[in-house]
């Protein structure tokens, strides 16, 4: 991961010690903006080469009034009243570690000078805040009162030591500042920070792991489900199955983040914060515990800033709270619980198989084009069999890999569009990679096409090799064989001659496609072309958010005449430029493309998740007919235990348990975890399960929730017309109601966002399970997931997962 780098100034000329003020003057003009991480700033300030910095962003000279931001500040000790280590301590009261400190030229045996600088995941880009927080070391560390306005330049120095690498966290310095503010204030809350100026910064430092993040919605803060009044619980109850409130209520000390995150729970409980004062003054008095002002003071704090509660599991270290969101939701609900709020009937395989055929066969058979008709069917009711005795048709199948297994099972006439070429000559399959990546596959054709024609310099063996890809690729243009290809080749097509296109798999991944550029990269190419200085400038402009993609006038035709054999762009600009909707975060541009089906020709839609919903609303212009068949009675079984979520952030925390009770099960689950288990399916995992059969009939443990990052949910939900507030759209742990389940899930208040989200999630799911093909075989799919499946025949807390 790269390190974060921080803007700071830091004077061109080097003094090794103090000055007089009329040096001073040219270590001032000789300030100029820089940025580093928290490790070159400590070598740029060291003695024998040590420079002058200030830890502002300004608007023109530096002075308080042009200041921009912070990002970096400093504390000065010179007057002997407080030790290095008496510092440090208080800040680890708080979890806060400093990033730096030094020795300053005027330190010395008998009066240690010291300097401890402070960096931040975001910058305080308020003046009222920066003073507040300044002025408040100053009362709690004795702090030189001359240097806390952001415009100070400080001197380097010597004996630097570096005692932590990674920035702090705003936020929490915030909660420093303020708890100690009130402790000191007789538990008042009239001095605390108002943080409505920079609470729109806090997204970039929270939950920003894996794809199950909301990193762009602020008000997302903690999570989880926010409640509305003081709601009434069984304590007794609650310390029952909460670890981490048990050992409090026993007596246990708690440490400051322990504290904080049970106060913005209990808040919530009728007499909650009341009785956590009580217990703690109890356990005080009694000698067992030593808790603090400033420990005392975190109650009235939450109340006041009226924090939705913090998920146990991110303050709780117990084993047994390692998926316990908060405090009430545990209580009130049972975890894991799925109530069926209205039952599936499912009809018999057999019944499924006549009524599959019979419709298959009529929308083969009847003259109706422009039309698009999706056959939802259950995973192994034999739709490859359609397949085999199609006659006159396009088969479009997800990978090469498919369409070659199929090949040998077809029993009419047919041909086949041939794989992806790859050449002797390396240079030239990274050339043709080349122009996939940044978004001209056209291009890549044109080039094999040009080493056919003997247009490009190649050996005898490539240029046989894309004779014969070509001819291979002339024999598809019979509209009267059946051609087997692949979803991206026929979806990529400028034209097809067949009347009807059959896909076998839902083509959605392939029709709506989301990628990522850079704003570098873009900028870096407009020195080179300078149109593209049109594009940056307009990204450059906007604020964080989400937005159409406006018409560039870009020539692309000349562009690519341009970059062709320069190999300059790094990412798909090309793409982006016909992009939909894009999104932008920092320097990155998520952007949305979509395709459309082959037109003149009637389209199947052959597939085991298809979002009938999704392409009406995507395609509103196209007649849709849906055939619904998935409710169909299974010989094998599928067990869901849904006592864990199993997201990603999940089986970080206690994947490890789910490992050593699953044993040697055969796994499907997250690329990222395979090396967790035991016998995990090397070729298989969340994203990449469609098609594979040589798991039919074997039992087979899926494990996961596989939440998608929420920019594919916004940038869908865009494409779809689908009406939301980017930046407020809560996402949390509650209660939901879903495919006839009401059960407890982490997802969004938006209806329409959280069926995009839930179905995604239910739709890679569904794939992993069909590997083992229960429909057919006497075997049994166990699945781990908070999302209830509908193919599921029973559902099971599991009760020794959580020793309740």
């Excluded at 979890?95 to 020795?103: A, F, R, T």
Aim: proline content about 4%; overall charge positive.
């Amino acid at each position: 991961m790269e390190k974060l780098k921080f803007e700071y100034l830091i004077s061109k000329r080097v003094f090794n010690q103090k000055i007089n003020d009329d040096l001073f003057k040219i270590v001032y003009n000789s300030m100029i903006p820089i940025e580093s991480t928290v490790e070159d700033f400590s070598k740029v300030i060291l003695k024998p080469d040590a420079h002058s910095w200030c830890g502002g962003v300004f608007s023109g000279p530096i002075k308080n009034e042009n200041w921009i931001k912070s990002s970096i500040i400093g504390m000065d000790f010179d007057k002997g009243r407080i030790t290095l280590k008496e510092v440090y301590s208080k800040f680890k009261e708080f979890d806060i570690i400093p990033n730096l400190h030094y020795d300053t030229f005027s330190s010395s045996e008998h009066a240690h000078k010291f300097r401890i600088v402070l960096f931040f995941d975001i910058p305080i880009t308020c003046i009222k805040t920066y003073a507040k927080i300044m002025r408040t070391l100053e009362k709690l560390f004795y702090t030189d009162p001359n240097c806390k306005n952001p415009s100070r330049i400080f001197y380097g120095g010597t004996n630097i030591n570096v005692t932590n690498l990674n920035p702090l966290s705003l936020e929490n310095f915030i909660q420093f500042i303020d708890i100690n503010t009130i402790a000191r204030d007789n538990n008042l809350t009239r001095s605390t920070i108002d943080t409505t100026s920079i609470d729109a910064n806090f997204c970039n430092s929270l939950y920003n792991d894996n794809k199950n993040v909301h990193f762009l919605a602020t008000h997302n803060k903690l999570n989880c489900t926010s409640m509305a009044g003081e709601q009434v619980i069984d304590w007794d109850q609650a310390c029952e199955k909460i670890k981490i409130l048990n050992d409090f209520n026993s007596g246990e000390w708690l440490y400051h983040q322990e504290l904080f995150g049970l106060a913005t729970n209990l808040m919530y409980m009728r007499g909650g914060l009341k009785k956590m004062k009580s217990i703690m003054n109890n356990f005080n008095k009694s000698g067992k515990t030593k808790y603090s002002k400033n420990n005392f003071a975190i109650l009235p704090y939450v109340k006041h800033k009226e924090y939705n509660p913090i998920p146990v599991h991110r303050f709780s270290c117990r084993p047994e709270d390692l998926d316990i969101h908060d405090i009430i939701t545990e209580v009130r609900n049972i975890r894991g619980r799925i109530e069926i709020v209205k039952r599936i009937e499912n009809i018999s395989l057999k019944e499924a198989e006549e009524k599959m055929i019979s419709k298959f066969n009529e929308v083969i058979s009847n003259e109706e084009s422009c039309k698009t008709y999706i056959f939802s069917l259950p995973t192994a009711i034999g739709k490859t069999r359609l397949l085999e005795n199609v006659e006159n048709c396009i088969v479009a199948l997800p990978t090469n890999h498919l369409k070659n297994e199929i090949k040998g099972r077809m029993n009419v006439n047919y041909t086949y569009s041939p794989d992806t070429i790859q050449f002797k000559d390396p240079f030239l399959n990274k050339k043709i990679e080349y122009f996939y990546q940044i978004g001209l596959p056209k291009k890549s054709m044109k080039t094999i096409r040009n080493v056919a024609e003997g247009k490009y310099p190649s050996s005898k063996g490539d240029v046989q090799l894309a004779l014969d890809y070509c001819s291979q690729l002339k024999l598809c243009d019979n509209p009267h064989i059946t051609v087997l290809s692949t979803h991206k080749r026929i979806i990529n097509s400028d034209h097809l001659l067949h009347k009807t296109v059959i896909f076998d798999e839902d083509p959605l991944n392939t029709l709506v496609e989301i990628k990522t550029t850079s704003i570098k990269d873009i900028a870096g190419v407009q020195y080179f072309y300078k149109p593209l200085k049109s594009v940056t400038d307009h990204l450059a402009s906007l604020k964080e958010g989400i937005y159409e993609t406006p018409l560039f006038n870009i020539d692309q035709d000349d562009l690519f005449k341009f970059i062709d054999d320069k190999r300059i762009l790094e990412t798909n600009v090309f793409d982006f430029l016909n992009s939909k909707f894009f999104i932008k975060h920092e320097d990155s541009i998520h952007y949305i493309m979509k395709k459309e089906l082959p037109k003149n020709a009637k389209n199947i839609i052959l597939s085991a998740t298809i979002p009938i919903e999704f392409y009406k609303r995507l395609y509103p212009n196209i007649e849709f007919e849906s055939i619904d068949i998935r409710n169909v009675e299974q010989v094998g079984k599928v067990i869901q235990y849904t006592g864990r979520s199993c997201s990603r952030s999940g089986l970080e925390r206690y994947g490890q348990i789910i490992s050593e009770e699953v044993g040697d099960k055969k796994v499907i689950t997250f690329q990222k975890f395979k090396g967790l288990f035991k016998n995990p399916i090397q070729d298989i995992h969340f994203g990449n399960c469609s098609g594979y059969d040589y798991l039919s009939g074997k039992d087979l443990t899926v494990i996961g929730t596989p939440h998608r990052n929420n920019i594919e949910y916004f940038l869908l939900a865009k494409l779809m017309g689908v009406k939301f507030d980017y930046f407020k759209s809560p996402f949390r742990y509650q209660k939901i109601v879903y495919n006839g389940f009401k059960f407890m899930f982490n997802t969004f208040d938006n209806e329409e966002l959280r069926n995009i989200q839930i179905h995604l999630i239910e739709s890679d799911l569904i794939q992993a399970v069909g590997r083992a093909r229960t429909l057919r075989n006497e075997c049994i799919a166990e699945v781990y997931s908070g999302l209830p499946l509908s193919i599921a025949d029973e559902f099971i807390i599991k009760k020794n997962l959580h020793n309740h």
